[in-house]
């Protein structure tokens, strides 16, 4: 199992720009979520689904949007990028009934 | 919503000795407690977990302690090692029906040799 995958690895945007970050799960978990990590403020919750056709806002919702088609798929879409979106966005499943959340190996995004 | 704060943010040891990082929930209903490591440029990982039936845990030279009155919890680390140096993320979910995983804002450790 190639476990979350996450793509792509670095990504610079001007302002204003719009991108997809794709995540992936080969595991079936029904649970998939997005983070992001910015220094000395932890993890914060974007947007989670518990299942495909079934998504909803986390912590910091403001100008992201997700969708989940497929078990397998959810990705995080910036429609237009701002400097305060810069920031480490992990994505996260689990299975529903366990507790631990399976990273994957993180994006780093720069918005200038 | 659920709340979980975090300290300290940043913890300095000798090697040998012990860390304690102590975390505190708001949410009454969240009933599952776990502890990440995430190490420099790596994605965060499980190290372990305690559920709200259970007060306390221990996994070789780690421990997690709960205290569901207080709202408190915290992560025990005992002869540390230069390879335990990284940051900490506690967190705090509802283990069932509710899905969001909460995190603390994470503590980094240093352990020095």
């Known amino acids: 199992n190639a476990g979350v995958t996450q793509t792509p690895k670095f990504q610079v945007l001007k302002t204003g720009q719009s991108m997809t970050l794709q995540c992936a799960q080969d595991?079936?978990?029904?649970?998939m979520s997005w983070y992001r990590q910015d220094p000395g403020m932890g993890l914060r919750l974007i947007h989670y689904?518990?299942?495909?056709?079934?998504?909803d806002q986390g912590e910091v919702p403001n100008g992201y949007n997700v969708s989940r088609s497929t078990t397998e798929d959810f990705p995080l879409r910036l429609l237009s990028a701002a400097p305060s979106q810069t920031s480490v966005y992990f994505c996260?499943?689990?299975?529903?009934?366990?507790?631990?959340?399976?990273f994957g190996e993180g994006s780093r995004l720069t918005v200038l | 919503g659920e709340n979980v704060e975090q300290h300290p943010s940043t913890l300095s040891v000798q090697e040998g000795d012990s860390a304690v990082i102590k975390c505190t929930y708001s949410?009454?209903?969240?009933?599952?407690f776990p502890w990440y490591k995430q190490e420099l440029g790596k994605r965060p990982q499980l190290i372990i977990d305690?559920?709200?039936?259970?007060g306390e845990k221990k996994d070789q030279r780690i421990a997690v302690t709960l205290n569901k009155t207080a709202k408190h919890f915290s992560l025990h680390i005992t002869e540390t090692q230069p390879e335990d140096s990284a940051v900490y993320f506690c967190?705090?979910?509802?283990?069932?029906?509710?899905?969001?995983?909460?995190f603390g804002a994470g503590t980094r450790l240093f352990v020095k040799a």
């Open positions: 996260a499943s689990r299975k529903e009934g366990t507790g631990e959340l399976f």
């Open positions: 595991m079936n978990h029904e649970y």
């Open positions: 689904s518990v299942g495909a056709g079934i998504t």
């Open positions: 949410d009454s209903a969240s009933n599952y």
């Open positions: 305690i559920r709200s039936n259970v």
């Open positions: 967190a705090a979910s509802l283990n069932t029906g509710g899905f969001k995983t909460i």
